[in-house]
């Protein structure tokens, strides 16, 4: 149910939230073209898997926007062949993929040495995808603190690295999972000067979980992948067979009495 300062996290109320932005003019981050209207972005730190579900969905309504994918996630290798093909399928339904770059991954390099590393980063999804990347936001990037001297061949290559204004427009995002200002009077705005939505894909859920559900389900589903992985193995089915997750449990379970003794 929307509140006055806060949407909850349902699937539902997303909808209702993608059916009011089809209303107003939605851009990529890629093709803002200055105007005002609603520049939407995604930035998937967890799960592509979340991402396909939630661009299926935005799809629906006609929305506009990036999907800001990472080469250094912890959680998922774009380069898999199941995240390959949801990447493939997010690009066909027609929003912009970009990078959601984490400098902090090179420690303290010089800005030559990460203009390189976001260089070979954008290569890997312009690969996948089939289009060169543009576009670059920053994973964490309240967390950063350092200032980056681009050259002008990168500021050209990537001219919305980071984020798309200084203090033109409204920002506004579900990060923490929390909307700092109302959103729908944030889109209301939008007819007057630019607003960037950031949403994450894997705040949303049917039922509306909280942190520690949504990561428990992305962890259920790695099972699932581990499994799938471990299939073609001649072992698989007499060591492993469809339960791995039980084996998960029991792990757990004798990890708890373990550390009670
Ligand atoms: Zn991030």
Redo the contacts with the bound molecule.
């Keep these: 149910m929307q509140t006055k300062r806060n949407l909850d996290f349902k699937f539902k109320n997303l909808l209702t939230l993608f059916e009011k932005l089809s209303k107003y003019k939605t851009s990529c981050v890629g093709e803002w073209d200055g105007d005002n209207c609603i520049v939407v972005r995604h930035?998937i730190?967890i799960s592509i898997r979340k991402a396909l579900h939630f661009a299926r969905m935005e799809s629906c309504h006609k929305v506009n926007s990036t999907y800001f994918i990472?080469t250094t996630a912890p959680t998922y290798n774009i380069s898999s062949k199941e995240n390959r093909s949801y990447l493939i399928e997010i690009f066909d339904m027609g929003f912009e993929i970009g990078l959601?770059f984490?400098p902090s991954v090179y420690r303290n390099a010089d800005t030559k040495y990460i203009e390189d590393r976001a260089d070979s980063e954008a290569d890997i999804i312009s690969d996948i995808v089939g289009e060169r990347v543009k576009s670059i936001?920053l994973?964490?990037a309240s967390l950063i603190t350092r200032e980056f001297e681009f050259g002008k061949r990168f500021k050209e290559a990537y001219p919305y690295f980071g984020g798309i204004w200084g203090d033109k427009g409204i920002y506004v995002s579900d990060s923490r999972m929390k909307f700092p200002k109302n959103i729908y009077d944030v889109i209301s705005k939008s007819i007057d000067c630019p607003v960037q939505l950031l949403l994450h894909p894997e705040h949303y859920s049917i039922d509306g979980d909280s942190y520690d559900r949504i990561f428990s389900k992305v962890v259920l589903d790695y099972i699932d992948d581990i499994e799938h992985t471990f299939e073609d193995n001649s072992k698989y089915d007499e060591v492993v067979g469809g339960r791995l997750k039980d084996c998960v449990r029991k792990v757990l379970n004798d990890n708890r009495g373990n550390s009670s003794t």
Excluded: P, Q, R
Aim: a negative charge.
């Design positions: 930035d730190d990472m959601h984490d936001s994973h964490n």
